[in-house]
Antibody, heavy 120, light 108 residues
Framework: QLQLQESGPGLVKASETLSLTCTVS??????????WGWIRQPPGKGLEWIGS???????YYNPSLKSRVTISVDTSKNQFSLKLTSVTVADTAVYHC????????????WGQGTLVTVSS | SYELTQPPSVSVSPGQTASITCSGD??????ACWYQQRPGQSPVLVIY???KRPSGIPERFSGSNSGNTATLTISGTQPMDEADYYC???????????FGAGTMVTVL
């Protein structure tokens, strides 16, 4: 059974860097069939894709966040990570990690999500 | 930027059919998928590639996509289907996964 678990600080100060890690269990992150992504959801609002990574390290990001986002992968730990720089209160959200099979253009397994609050 | 438009809410009686639309420019030329999100839970994929159901998703969930509109249909709606539903597509012109704003389905 595939599981994804987000971890990281729940509180970040404005202008600092938000850092989260997603630990994958039940499957290898090095599987050639999948990409791994981050999606966020501000409280009471909709979903926003942040970016995705392939096990080889290839990345692609939401154009609106691209200048502030870095996603990396550590295949030895079966983890991938998100860094979002220069955060503001508008970055307060539940951050989910998810798997998306190549070619389906959808996210089939999601982590439970972690709330990150940006304080001013 | 590419946008997907959904109605804010849909109401349906138990046992009846609920239809949720998702509109976007030439959406039918893209793959559309749908997620169900119950309060306090993570989204669950219920339809991908327009009309495919992942393993474990009940047959009462179906999808279609043509022209500018994708539709999620819930046949024989059950109280457990009360949730927010989001459509999503990949916009290749901007290299961006785009979500609709979500539709709250109420089973009255």
């Amino acid at each position: 059974q595939l599981q994804l678990q987000e971890s990281g600080p729940g509180l970040v100060k404005a202008s600092e860097t938000l850092s989260l890690t997603c630990t994958v269990s039940g499957d290898s992150i090095s599987s050639s069939s999948y990409y791994w992504g981050w999606i966020r959801q501000p409280p009471g609002k909709g979903l926003e894709w942040i970016g995705s990574i392939y096990y080889s390290g290839g990345t692609y990001y939401n154009p609106s966040l691209k200048s502030r986002v870095t996603i990396s992968v550590d295949t030895s730990k079966n983890q991938f990570s998100l860094k979002l720089t220069s955060v503001t209160v508008a970055d307060t959200a539940v951050y989910h990690c998810a798997r998306h099979p190549g070619g389906t253009q959808s996210f089939d397994y999601w982590g439970q999500g972690t709330l990150v609050t940006v304080s001013s | 930027s590419y946008e997907l438009t959904q109605p804010p809410s849909v109401s349906v009686s138990p046992g009846q059919t609920a239809s949720i639309t998702c509109s976007g420019d030439k959406l039918g030329d893209k793959y559309a998928c749908w997620y169900q999100q119950r309060p306090g839970q993570s989204p669950v994929l219920v339809i991908y590639q327009d009309n495919k159901r992942p393993s474990g998703i009940p047959e009462r969930f179906s999808g279609s996509n043509s022209g500018n509109t994708a539709t999620l249909t819930i046949s024989g709606t059950q109280p457990m289907d009360e949730a927010d539903y989001y459509c999503q597509a990949w916009d290749s012109s901007t290299a961006n996964y785009v979500f609709g704003a979500g539709t709250m389905v109420t089973v009255l």
